[in-house]
C-alpha cells in the first residue's frame, strides 16, 4: 500500500536567468526563464540533507498565478508595495520544452527607474522564483546518499529580481502550506483532495496551538508569531524552546548553578543532557499522573511528545543520527543506549523510564490505604535470620530503707517475641511494542498495580498476626483466657461490654505478675459489619435517658474498621468474622506490633535492566519485610455475637 504522508512546507526559492536581449522597448517587457527544473541540493532543519528535482511539465506546474499577472519582486521582499518593481504578463508564462518561460512588464515609476534600467542593460541578469510545494515524491538514498524528493506537483507564486542566484538551501521563512510526500511508486492525481486539505487545515490549527501552549506555560509568549508564522514544526520548536528557557536561566543566574528545573529543585552542577533528562522525566511523570507530579516549566517541551520521538531525542543528544532507523531500530537503540564508561547514566532512555516507573510506583504504595499503622512500630532487622525482641519486664518496687540501712538490689524480667523477615516480589515489564504504540498507560496501571499490591502485602501480614490468633513467647495464643485478654463470652459491641474489656485491659500486669499496667483502650477494632453499631455507639449524641449516657473516656477510642477482619486473609489461609471486635492501647502504652524490614532496604525496593525476559525494560519490586506481635497485653478480643 502506498503512504501518504502531509508534511508542512514553506515557499522556495531557485535560481533563474532574464533574457537580456527579449528586452521590448515599446512594451518595456523583458523574456525570463523562470526554472529548468534541475537537480540541486538541498538541507532540512527537521530531515538532513536531500536532492530536490522539480518536474517541468504542464501536467505538474500550476501556472495559473502567474499568467493571473504575479509580481515581480525586488530580491523577495513582499512587505511592502514599494518592493514590486514589476508583474508578470498575464497569459505569458509557459512551459517549453522543459523550462519554464514568462514575460515581465517593468515598472515605470520614478523610483524603480534604476533598478529597470540595470535590468534593460544586463547588468542585473539574476532572477529567482518563488514556488509552493504540493505533492513530491520521495525516493530513499542507497547507502551513503541522500533521499531524492521529486516535486511533481508545484505553484510559482512570484519572480525576483536577485544580485546573485537565490541559496538552493534557503527557505522563505513564511507562509507553510502543505505538501503530500508518496513513495516512489504513487500515482500523482493532479486535483486537491478536499478531505485531504480539511485534515492539513486541522494539523495546522493543532500545530499554531500547540506552539501558543508551550511557550505560554514556558513564560515566553514573543516566541509565538515567529515560529507560527515561520511555519516551524512543533519538535524543532520544542528544542529552541527548551533552549531560550536554559539560555535564561543562565543570564538570571550567572556564575551560580547551571539550571534550576522548574520552581525549586536545583540541579546543581548537573551536566546539560542531564537537565534534560531531569525536564523529560517530569514530562513522563505529568502525563502518567498529572493529579499528582506538577509540570515543571522547563518540562513542558516534552510533554506531547511521543514516546517514540523522545527515543529519537535521547540518541540525537549524543550527536548520533537516527536518520534511516525504523520504529523497532529506533526503541532498541535508545534502550541500549549507554554513556561513556559502558554504564547507563542518568540521561539514559533505560534510566529515564526506570525512574518514572519507580515514582509513580512509590507514589501509589505510599497513597495506598492502610489502616493497621496506629498499631505499629516500624523497626528493622540486619538480616534474614531469626531475631528476637526482648521485652522488658518492670522494675521492682522501691523498698524503705531504714537508718544505716543497706539498699537491696533488684532485678528485671526479660521476655522476647522471635520472627523474621521474608523477601517478596514481583518483575514488571514495558514492552518496545508499548513504546513504539505511545502506551503511556503502562506507565500509570502497571506501577501503580504494583505499588498498591505492596501496600495490601503490609496489610496482609499485620492483619494476619491478629486474625490468625499465633502461639506467643510463653506457649500460649495471643488471645486466650490465660492472658486475660478474651471475653468469656461473645456479645455485641455495646457500653457495657466495651467497659468489661477496658475494665480488663486495665487490671493486666507486667512480667513480675504483680505491677497492674492500668492500660486503657485508645482504639475499637471492627470488622466493617460493625463499623455502623461502633460509629452510634462512640457518637456525642445527648441520650434520652442519663442511664444511657456514654462515657467521655470511651467516646473518645478511636475506631479502627478493616474488611479483612470480615474475610480473612485468603493468601494466608486465615478467616475472618462479621462479629469479633477487639480493644488496643497505643504504641505509647505498650508495645502491640512490630512491621519489620531488611536493614538498608525500608519499604519499597526497585531496580531496572533492559530486559531478556521482556523485550523492553524491566523493574523488580521487592520488599524485605516481616511482622510480629510483640505484646499480648495491649489486646483485647470478643468473639461477639
Not at 183 to 205: G, N
Not at 280 to 290: D, F, K
Not at 614 to 630: I, N, P, S
Amino acid at each position: 500500500m502506498t503512504k501518504h504522508t502531509t508534511v508542512e512546507m514553506p515557499p522556495m526559492r531557485r535560481a533563474a536567468e532574464i533574457r537580456a536581449s527579449s528586452f521590448d522597448e515599446a512594451a518595456n517587457t523583458i523574456e525570463v526563464i523562470w526554472t529548468t527544473g534541475a537537480r540541486v541540493r538541498r538541507n532540512s532543519l527537521w530531515d538532513g540533507p536531500y536532492d530536490e528535482e522539480l518536474e517541468v511539465t504542464p501536467k505538474a506546474v500550476r501556472l495559473e498565478r502567474l499568467n493571473a499577472g504575479a509580481p515581480f519582486l525586488n530580491t523577495h521582499a513582499s512587505y511592502d508595495l514599494a518592493d514590486v518593481i514589476g508583474s508578470v504578463v498575464p497569459g505569458s508564462a509557459k512551459i517549453v520544452g522543459g523550462k519554464g518561460v514568462a514575460r515581465i512588464a517593468l515598472s515605470t515609476a520614478p523610483a524603480d527607474a534604476d533598478t529597470v534600467q540595470k535590468i534593460r542593460d544586463g547588468i542585473v541578469r539574476n532572477i529567482s522564483v518563488g514556488y509552493r510545494v504540493h505533492k513530491v515524491i520521495k525516493t530513499e538514498g542507497q547507502e551513503g546518499d541522500v533521499p531524492l524528493h521529486r516535486v511533481v506537483d508545484w505553484e510559482p507564486l512570484e519572480i525576483s529580481a536577485v544580485p546573485i542566484p537565490a541559496d538552493p538551501g534557503s527557505q522563505v521563512r513564511s507562509d507553510q502550506h502543505p505538501a503530500i510526500f508518496v513513495s516512489k511508486e504513487a500515482t500523482m492525481p493532479t486535483k486537491t483532495d478536499p478531505a485531504a486539505d480539511a485534515a492539513t487545515l486541522d494539523a495546522e490549527r493543532s500545530r499554531a496551538s500547540t506552539i501558543t501552549d508551550l511557550a505560554t506555560r514556558a513564560g515566553l509568549p514573543e516566541m509565538i508569531a515567529p515560529a507560527i508564522q515561520a511555519g516551524m514544526p512543533i519538535d524543532e520548536f520544542r528544542a529552541e524552546l527548551l533552549k531560550r528557557l536554559l539560555d535564561r536561566e543562565r543570564a538570571q543566574h550567572p556564575g551560580g548553578p547551571a539550571m534550576q528545573i522548574g520552581s525549586s529543585a536545583n540541579v546543581g552542577d548537573q551536566s546539560f543532557e542531564e537537565r534534560r533528562a531531569r525536564a523529560m522525566e517530569n514530562a513522563l511523570l505529568h502525563r502518567a499522573a498529572p493529579q499528582i507530579f506538577k509540570l515543571e516549566v522547563d518540562a513542558a517541551p516534552f510533554t506531547a511528545k511521543p514516546l517514540l520521538e523522545l527515543c529519537r531525542d535521547t540518541i540525537e543528544w549524543t550527536g548520533r543520527r537516527t536518520y534511516g532507523l525504523t520504529k523497532m531500530q529506533l526503541v532498541t537503540a535508545a534502550l541500549e543506549q549507554r554513556s561513556l564508561g559502558g554504564l547507563h547514566s542518568s540521561s539514559d532512555f533505560a534510566t529515564i523510564l526506570s525512574n518514572v516507573a519507580s515514582k509513580v510506583l512509590r507514589t501509589a504504595y505510599q497513597q495506598a490505604p492502610q489502616t493497621f499503622r496506629p498499631l505499629v512500630r516500624v523497626g528493622s532487622v540486619p538480616d534474614f535470620k531469626e531475631v528476637s525482641r526482648a521485652q522488658l519486664g518492670e522494675a521492682p518496687m522501691l523498698e524503705r530503707v531504714n537508718e544505716h540501712g543497706e539498699f537491696k538490689r533488684g532485678t528485671i524480667g526479660e521476655a522476647g517475641e522471635k520472627f523474621r523477615v521474608a523477601t517478596y516480589g514481583k518483575v514488571i515489564g514495558l514492552t518496545r511494542q508499548a513504546i513504539i504504540n505511545d502506551d503511556l498507560g503502562a506507565f500509570q496501571r502497571l506501577p501503580v498495580a504494583f505499588g498498591r499490591a505492596a501496600a495490601q502485602l503490609e496489610s496482609d501480614l499485620v492483619w494476619g498476626e491478629i486474625l490468625r490468633n499465633p502461639a506467643m513467647a510463653d506457649s500460649v495464643t495471643l488471645f486466650h483466657s490465660s492472658h486475660k485478654n478474651l471475653a468469656s463470652a461473645g456479645t455485641a459491641i455495646s457500653l457495657p461490654s466495651v467497659s468489661e474489656g477496658r475494665l480488663a485491659m486495665s487490671k493486666q500486669t507486667g512480667l513480675d505478675g504483680k505491677t497492674v499496667l492500668n492500660l486503657t483502650p485508645s482504639y475499637i477494632i471492627v470488622p466493617a459489619a460493625l463499623l455502623t453499631t461502633a460509629e452510634q455507639l462512640l457518637a456525642p449524641l445527648v441520650p434520652a435517658q442519663t442511664t444511657n449516657t456514654v462515657p467521655e473516656s470511651i467516646r473518645r477510642i478511636q475506631i479502627i474498621s478493616d474488611p479483612r477482619l470480615d474475610n480473612g486473609i485468603a493468601s494466608q489461609g486465615i478467616s475472618g468474622s462479621a462479629t469479633a471486635w477487639y480493644l488496643a492501647a497505643s504504641v505509647g502504652q505498650v508495645d502491640l506490633v512490630e512491621l519489620a524490614y531488611l536493614e538498608g532496604a525500608e519499604g519499597l525496593y526497585t531496580e531496572t535492566r533492559t530486559g531478556f525476559d521482556v523485550d523492553g525494560v524491566e523493574t523488580k519490586v521487592r520488599m524485605d519485610v516481616g511482622a510480629k506481635v510483640l505484646d499480648f497485653r495491649g489486646f483485647y478480643k470478643n468473639p461477639g455475637a
